[in-house]
């Protein structure tokens, strides 16, 4: 059973990891496409050992297509999704065009796999936010055993988040301050090398950011309602790989070292935990990782039930591509998607 994939918004560093992740972990492809503007058409992908050159989303007939795996935006998304849903092909979104809507399910494979099912009101699945993913990953095996009621994470982005574009302005930015030349901020409000920016994404009336608000509304559609979350969402000059201090309260008592035999065993966290120089993971070394990372699990002294830890992860793979992929893989896995060529 092989399926027919579509990659829109090829081109882009969320894009090109998915071709990369679809190839890694061998999803069962009978035809690859690679999607871009037409700005990009012509430009030439990875696919394994294959080249790919990209088409034109435009003009694409996607009738024939079972999964599209979309990374373009927000405006792209909202206008092609459905386009796409209707001609019957499976739109698993990068973008938070869709998030919120009702009727599409938000996922995290880890965390809220049967979820997926819900796909067939508009054929369309919602990959959350970077910063939310790698959280509930690591939040969902303590709330199933002590039931948290209240988390308060600060992140530290990096600019890979951003896209290319960031990625590019913190090297150019790093090399003008090295050799002395003025240094510009064009993606991001402030200088970015050698900083730290408090704001990703727009503000909110209530002084929070859109970024902050996606990690309360995401965790509390992904995970429980009940939760009670609060953000401070930081860019950092790191290239790739996303960092949270996490401050849990839960409704019951755990120990630090219950927590950390939970996540030893949860899918996708992986425990870096030893209590000396180094026994941790940093976003440098989560690079290129698939799995979210947890180290300096600890009580907090300052509430009944509460702990406090870090967790790490490659924000391209788990935050995005990966994410989408695996999506992907529980649609098969659980026989929710039939191959369009087999079928007929």
Known sequence: MAYKVAVVGATGNVGREMLDILAERRFPISEIVALASSRSIGTEVSFGDR?????????????????????????????????????????????????MDPDVPLVVPEVNAAAAAGFAKKNIIANPNCSTAQLVVALKPLHDAATIRRVVVSTYQSVSGAGKEGMD???????????????????????IAFNLIPQIDVFMEDGFTKEEWKMVAETKKILDPKIKLVATCVRVPVFIGHSEAVNIEFEKPISADEARDILREAPGVLVIDKHEPGGYITPH??????????SRIRTDPTVDNGLVLWCVSDNLRKGAALNAVQIAEVLMNRKLLAPKKKAA
């Open 51 to 99: 080249t790919l050159k990209c088409k034109v989303l435009d003009s694409y007939d996607f009738s024939d297509v079972d999964i599209c795996l979309m990374s373009a935006g927000g405006a792209v998304a909202k206008e092609w999704a459905p386009k796409i849903g209707a001609q019957g092909c499976v739109v698993i979104d990068n973008s938070s065009a869709w998030r």
């Open 169 to 191: 302005e913190l090297f150019a930015q790093t090399r003008s301050v090295f050799v002395s030349d003025p240094v510009a901020a064009k993606k991001f409000p402030k200088r």
């Open 285 to 294: 070394e989560a690079a290129g990782e698939d799995a979210t990372y947890v």
